[in-house]
């Protein structure tokens, strides 16, 4: 999910933006500004992923505001006039959206602020974690972990076409090293990544014909996590 704040000096424009980002998917606007002041103690205590900023304002015009900003948020332009659009793609702006602000056009800057996101990110072909066990530092790629087991004071983390790895740790201490986009905690003994789910059926997951149980504390999670 995208998470936005946007600051215009103009409540309208805000309220625009609200019901813009509401028929949107993979969008929330977290939070909506009149001030620049009070956006920018808000940013420093909760950083979001995008900026729709008007340029035009009484306080300090918005690229420099901009500029200004320690974090920087990937940034959409909002105004009415035009000739700003060259100086809203001096600093590398997303986009520049004309208000008043056709919802096919904030459509099309929503998609690309998910490509950028995309091809900035790290693919699961390279991400890894770094694992002590055996006296050495494993280092153990993401797509590789078949499912994780947890016994006692131990996880055993099983890896394609290669031996187990056994580590003295906890369960919640593995999760902690995971991403939760990619792996999920379906019993207080099993961690299984989320694209070699293969079905459900009752209170059981499947990876091919291997089964595995949802405990009961964490089937709630596990199917919201699934169905989304």
């Given at each position: 999910m995208i998470k936005a704040i946007a600051i215009d000096d103009e409540p309208l424009a805000l309220t625009i933006l609200e019901h813009l980002c509401a028929k949107t998917n993979d969008i929330i606007l977290e939070r909506t500004f009149t001030s620049q002041q009070e956006a920018v103690q808000y940013l420093e205590k909760f950083p979001v992923d995008v900026l729709f900023l008007d340029i035009q304002m009484p306080e300090n015009d918005g690229v420099s505001f901009y500029k200004s900003l320690k974090t920087k948020p990937f940034v959409i332009f909002t105004t009415a006039f035009d000739h700003y659009a060259v100086e809203g793609f001096n600093v590398s702006a997303v986009d520049y959206l004309l208000k008043p602000i056709a919802y096919e056009r904030f459509e099309q800057a929503i998609d690309k602020?998910?490509?950028?996101?995309?091809?900035?990110?790290?693919?699961?072909?390279?991400?890894?974690?770094?694992?002590?066990?055996?006296?050495?530092?494993?280092?153990?790629?993401?797509?590789?972990?078949?499912?994780?087991?947890?016994?006692?004071?131990?996880?055993?983390?099983?890896?394609?076409?290669?031996?187990?790895?056994?580590?003295?740790?906890?369960?919640?201490?593995?999760?902690?090293?995971?991403?939760?986009?990619?792996?999920?905690?379906?019993?207080?003994?099993?961690?299984?990544?989320?694209q070699r789910i293969t079905s459900i059926q009752s209170k059981n997951i499947f990876i091919n014909d291997q089964e595995f149980p949802i405990g009961d504390t964490y089937k709630t999670t596990v199917m919201e996590l699934l169905m989304e």
């Open positions: 602020v998910k490509k950028i996101r995309t091809a900035l990110s790290p693919t699961n072909e390279d991400q890894y974690i770094l694992i002590r066990a055996d006296y050495k530092l494993n280092k153990i790629y993401l797509k590789d972990i078949t499912y994780i087991e947890g016994l006692d004071d131990y996880v055993q983390i099983y890896i394609d076409e290669k031996s187990k790895i056994v580590a003295r740790m906890s369960m919640k201490a593995m999760m902690d090293q995971l991403p939760t986009s990619d792996f999920v905690r379906i019993h207080r003994s099993f961690i299984l990544p989320i």
